[in-house]
């Protein structure tokens, strides 16, 4: 079965918000317990938890199942996303359904030898109706090349909202237990310096987009995420201060996440609308 076959590819699973996840990620984030689910935090939900012999050196569950297993490329990551924000508010204990369908899958080389990306789309749907419209990019590639490149520092914003936090350890393992993350490079520090050669743990991409996507709210009192899109340039590691930047430039927020020398690690825009009530 080639990977094309995948195309088209389809499955439907629900989920409840349990208020413990609330509660877990409010922690996480030091911010106050919602009732309504804040953006980006659906990726609490549908989580993918496997027997113990069916999980991979990774700690991700073994290849296979609803996406192309691609076993040729030892390292996949989420890449980025597009999401779209209904306003259709999902509550704590409602019952979630996600439809998922596989979109497209693309090889391209690029400087770490041959990549494959595969875009997968979701739709949310709650009590109310369609919540929420996502796609997801997730990338496969080789274990040759280095780990992280250096990059020089980014180009000041001037007048940007900034803010700075440190994803400590505590933080990631948090992360990775609220959203089911068994992936090893997020807590295991042997592993993710001595296997896949990082200098330390590595900051989730959705945490980091997660925390833009709060970011832009912050500084917008009486708005809401209409749109919100978000791709990964370079990792970043625990322990090191990692800045949020936003401006406003038109109808877009434009968003960057920074590490300790200046450096883009993540680029995300945002559209905003009035909020709901």
């Not at 919540?131 to 250096?150: F, H, N």
């Not at 200098?199 to 709060?214: E, I, N, S, Y």
């Not at 883009?264 to 009530?277: I, K």
């Amino acid at each position: 079965m080639s990977h094309q076959d995948y195309v088209g590819r389809t499955e439907t699973r629900e989920d409840r918000l349990d208020p413990r996840l609330l509660r877990g990620m409010a922690a996480t984030l030091g911010r106050k317990v919602p009732t309504e689910l804040p953006p980006l935090w659906h990726w609490m939900l549908f989580q993918d938890w496997v027997m113990p012999d069916q999980i991979g050196p990774d700690g991700h569950p073994k290849r296979g199942g609803f996406l192309p297993p691609v076993h040729d490329l030892p390292r996949r990551m989420w890449a980025g996303g597009r999401l779209r924000f209904h306003p259709v508010p999902l509550h704590v204990d409602d019952t979630v359904t996600r439809t998922s369908t596989i979109l497209k899958v693309t090889e391209k080389s690029g400087g770490s030898g041959r990549l494959v990306f595969v875009t997968v789309g979701h739709l949310l749907h709650g009590p109310a109706g369609l919540a929420l419209e996502e796609e997801q990019d997730i990338v496969y590639r080789g274990a040759e090349g280095a780990a992280v490149k250096a990059a020089p520092a980014a180009e000041p914003w001037p007048g940007a909202a900034t803010a700075t936090v440190l994803p400590d350890p505590v933080m990631l393992f948090r992360y990775s237990a609220l959203t089911g993350n068994g992936h090893r490079i997020h807590y295991d520090h042997p592993y993710v310096t001595g296997e896949e050669g990082y200098p330390g743990l590595v900051v989730h991409g959705p945490l980091q987009a997660t925390l833009m996507a709060q970011h832009a709210l912050d500084h917008a009192p009486g708005q809401r995420l209409h749109s919100f899109a978000f791709r990964g340039r370079r990792p970043t590691f625990d322990s090191r201060p990692l800045t949020l930047l936003g401006k406003v430039e038109g109808e877009q927020v434009l968003l960057e996440t920074r590490d300790e020398s200046g450096a883009t690690c993540m680029q995300a825009e945002a559209v905003l609308a009035p909020a709901v009530g």
